[in-house]
């Protein structure tokens, strides 16, 4: 059956498919754009239901770091490193400050619930320790603000940590709660 004259034909199929090819390549770079933002990358399941009674108590990790997180707010923080890019400055904090359990408001770089912990004066800075030797440690912040995640394991105790290194490959420094 012969194609009537002026109904576009085999055009009209390559102009549809050249739109559709556009579609397909700027729904791919929006896809590529929003591969910056922290949020998208959810790479550890969220905690929504942390109590602040399960956060209240000593936390530890390596090298003799150590956060007390009291019921009043206050916490005490012995040796902690920066998070992220931070930590590889050297440097460890010492001091008391002060905590909260934040919900539903962005932070860190996982959804869910998250610990904000603020120093506001360090009372005592000290260098990492490490082998091979470490770098000399730059200058520590008079102030520091740490943002903790939340996981729980495969025993649903919950965990805090944070993430340090560079983000593309980063690792996680994790605080563990004395039973």
């Known amino acids: 059956m012969p194609v009537p004259e002026n109904s576009g ?13 556009a579609y397909g390549v ?14 998208t990358h959810a790479t550890v399941p969220a905690v929504y239901d942390a109590r602040a009674d399960e956060i209240v108590g000593t936390w530890r990790c390596v090298e003799g770091t150590e956060v007390v997180f009291r019921a009043d707010g206050t916490a005490t923080v012995t ?23 934040i919900g539903k408001e962005p932070a860190g770089w996982n959804y869910g619930q998250h610990v904000r912990l603020h120093l506001p004066a ?3 800075v000290g260098a990492r320790s490490g082998t091979p030797p470490q770098p000399a440690p730059q200058s520590a ?3 520091y603000k740490w943002t ?27 605080l563990e709660k004395d039973a």
């Open 148 to 174: 903790f995640e939340l996981r729980r394991d495969r025993r649903q105790t919950l965990e805090l940590f944070f993430y340090y290194g560079d983000p593309e490959a980063r690792s996680a420094y994790v």
């Open 141 to 143: 912040p008079a102030r």
């Open 26 to 39: 700027a729904v791919a770079a929006l896809l590529a754009l929003a591969g910056g933002d922290p949020h």
């Open 9 to 21: 034909g085999p055009r009209v199929v390559d102009t549809i498919l050249r739109n559709l090819l």
């Open 122 to 124: 360090p009372t005592g």
């Open 79 to 101: 040796d902690l490193r920066g998070q992220e890019r931070d930590y590889d400055l050297g440097w460890r904090l010492s001091g008391t400050g002060s905590w909260k359990l």
